[in-house]
């Protein structure tokens, strides 16, 4: 599965659609490249665009989980409302539901981050506003919790 990075700046057209970017589509796998699954994001308000192998892997995991409990069958339902298969057309541009784009309130200025192996969405507005939020030390002190518990084979610090 592959991973992207950076952050792009982009546009949506009158008619709902977006441009990949250049640098962005360069990194897709050129067999991944044609379709991609968009959704909301569970824990933010904006958009994430799946490529296909990525998506292949959720579906593979809540297959596996059990339908008959109730609780699991009210995520799946949840989680899938509004995933939505898009194809890039000839110009590198896909159009984003308007239900889906009304919902990370997305008008024309969106911005586009990379996160692992899946691309975030963002209403420049809502980007922006996370940013400004950010605060160095509680970042670093997320970062030590987080990080800090993974398993460091060669015998150095975890934590740089």
């Not at 589509?25 to 959704?39: A, Y």
């Not at 939505?84 to 896909?94: A, H, I, Y």
Request: proline letters at 2%; a negative charge.
């Amino acid at each position: 599965m592959a991973t992207y990075i950076g952050e792009f700046d982009c546009k949506i057209d009158s008619k709902g659609r977006m441009m990949i970017p250049a640098g962005l589509f360069k990194q897709f796998p050129t067999n991944m490249r044609e379709k991609f699954v968009i959704n909301r994001s569970v824990f933010q308000k904006c958009l994430i665009l799946y490529p296909m192998d990525c998506w292949g892997e959720i579906m593979k995991d809540l297959g596996k989980l059990n339908r008959f409990q109730k609780k699991t069958d009210d995520f799946i339902r949840q989680y899938l409302n509004g995933a939505t298969e898009v194809e890039l057309d000839s110009s590198n541009r896909l159009l984003i539901p308007k239900k889906l784009s009304d919902y990370a309130i997305i008008d024309k200025d969106i911005v586009l981050t990379a996160s692992l192996d899946k691309i975030e969405i963002w209403s420049a507005t809502a980007h922006n506003d996370l940013l400004n939020k950010y605060n160095h030390d509680e970042f670093a002190a997320l970062a030590e919790e987080v990080m800090g518990k993974i398993n460091n084979t060669d015998g150095k610090d975890n934590v740089s």
